[in-house]
Each structure stands twice: as C-alpha cells, then as structure tokens.
C-alpha cells in the first residue's frame, strides 16, 4: 500500500500547475432569476471559458421521496451538503468532479456527470452561500432578493409550465417552504458582495407592462468599478449611485431603471462594456435576455457588472501567476 501512494504522488507531481479558475457564487430562493442571470454571464464568457454548475442537483431524495420528509428541498438536511463543500473546493483548485444531476423536469435524480472547471465557474441554487466553507471558494458572491410577490409570480408561470406543478400545487408549496426559506435561503444575502433587487420603482406609477427596474446593492466587500466618472449627466435618467444603509451600515447602492428609453440603457452599456477592456465593439445581444425574445435592460447592465468582477478577478490571478 505506501508504495502505492508514492507512485501516486509522484504522478501529482508531474503534473503541470493547475491554473485556479475565477468563481462567482449566486445565491437565492425558488425562481428569484438565478437562471436567467447565470446564462446571461455564460454566454457571454462562451462555452470554452466557463463551467456552470447548479448546486440543487445536491439533493438527497427525488421528489417522491421528499413527500415523505419532515422538510423541503430547501433544507440543508435535504442536500448532500458535505460534498457540495468538497466539490467547490476541488473546483477551486482546478480539479474536476463527479457532480450529481437532478432533473427538475422529472424529480429524478438521474445519472451523475463529469464536470472540469474551465477559466470561470459560476455556481448557482439555493444554498451556495450556505456554510463559511462554501463561502470562502468565491471569489465573486451575489444574492438574488426580488420582492417575495414578484417572485411567486415567475415561480407559479415557470413551474406550471416547465416542472408540471398546477398553480394551486405551486402556491401550496411555497407556503410550506416559507419557514425553511426564512431560516436557510434569505440569510445567505447578509454575505453577498452584491444583492441584486429586481423590481418596480417605489413611488412611481409606471404603467402595466413597464419593465422592471434594477437595484444593485453594491458592498465594499470587493472592489467596484469607479462609475462616477465614466457616465454623462444623460445617463443618470438610466443609471445612477446613492449612498444607502444596509443594516445601519453605509453602503453604495446601484439604480438601474427599466422605465428608461432602450436607446438610453445602451449608451450606458457600451460605456460599461468598454470599462471592461474586450476587444468587441459592443456588449453581446444575449445579455438581458428574459426569453420568449424579451429583453431586459436593467438584466443587461446588472451582468455586465458582474462580468467586470469577474473579467477584473481574472486579470489580479493572472497577473499573480495563478
């Protein structure tokens, strides 16, 4: 046996030096948008630069066995939370897993799959931000916290019609989630670098129909990009900063507004994008995308913020030799 683990290490050794990948953790309750916000980041990065993983397919029970259970999926009892840790840090290191699968279409846990970081993870689900341990893989860490009306909303569209739930199933279920939802899913956003809020502009009276406006809160937990200087005074009617309080504490907070002409949200845009030093000319037309060919530009410019992180993290590794 000992010389079984000398031969083992000597092939370690002879490895090349693993190049450690960026990753962003994007954490929130049921149907909050983490999909839609992480598809946008990946296709724009392009498949050969970045890994995604959702961490929902932790689960320990199928969703006939959880019938059973004295807790929902959102429960960390509920997830294989263990190798959830285990398996951020192998992807952080540059190693591969053997992540397990969970077909929401079905309920079934199904056959696991090879995954290999590439030079960006995201990593999504619900309990991403759960434990310090998780936590300490990020680089990046973002939270999903849109108004809970808003949010039963896309959760009863999305699952009556891609998860074969009926809306009154939906609406039971989201009403035996909410206690484990207070005590598991929501306190993850104290330890986001960025909450993201998607919803109306209090105060206004837009009409039906009017896109959502973005509120980005911006924490001074990571280094954000200096944008006083970059947008004209027309751009602010987009776009525009304000010192808040987050829990007593003074915090910078992001308003992207979604009533604004489009032509307007792509000034601002093609400003950002070229802040983050791509060789392209304009930003991708899959950001902001909602589906169904709608687009969101409040979307847009809240993951253009989030790949300057991540393009800005990239560059201080490089530069460091990692």
Partial sequence: MPHKLIRMHRVRDDQAPVRQPIMIGIAGDSAAGKTTLTKGLADALGPDRVTTICVDDYHRYDRVERRSKPFTALHPDCNYVEIIEQHLQLLATGQPILKPVYDHSTGELTRPMLVRPKEFVIVEGLLP?????????????????PPEEIRRQWKVRRDTSRR???????????????????????????????????????????????????????????????????????????????????????????????????????????????????????????????GNGERSEPLAITQLLLLYHLLAARGIRDAAGQ
């Fill in 129 to 145: 931000l759960h434990t310090r341990l998780m936590r300490a893989c990020f680089d990046i860490t973002a939270y999903l916290d």
């Fill in 164 to 290: 074969g739930y009926t809306a009154d199933q939906v609406l039971a279920e989201l009403v035996d989630r909410e206690p484990e939802s207070a005590a598991y899913i929501r306190p993850q956003r104290a330890f986001a670098d960025i909450v993201v809020r998607f919803a109306p502009v209090a105060g206004r009276d837009d009409p039906p129909g009017t896109p959502l406006s973005a509120e980005l809160m911006l924490r001074p937990t990571i280094r954000h990009p200096d944008l006083s200087g970059s947008l004209a005074e027309r751009d602010q009617r987009a776009i525009h900063l304000r010192l808040c309080r987050d829990e007593g504490r003074p915090v910078d907070v992001l308003h992207i507004h979604g009533y604004v002409p489009r032509e307007e949200s792509r000034i601002v845009e093609k400003v950002l994008w070229a802040q983050l030093g791509v060789d392209a000319g304009v930003p991708p037309e899959t950001l902001g995308d909602i």
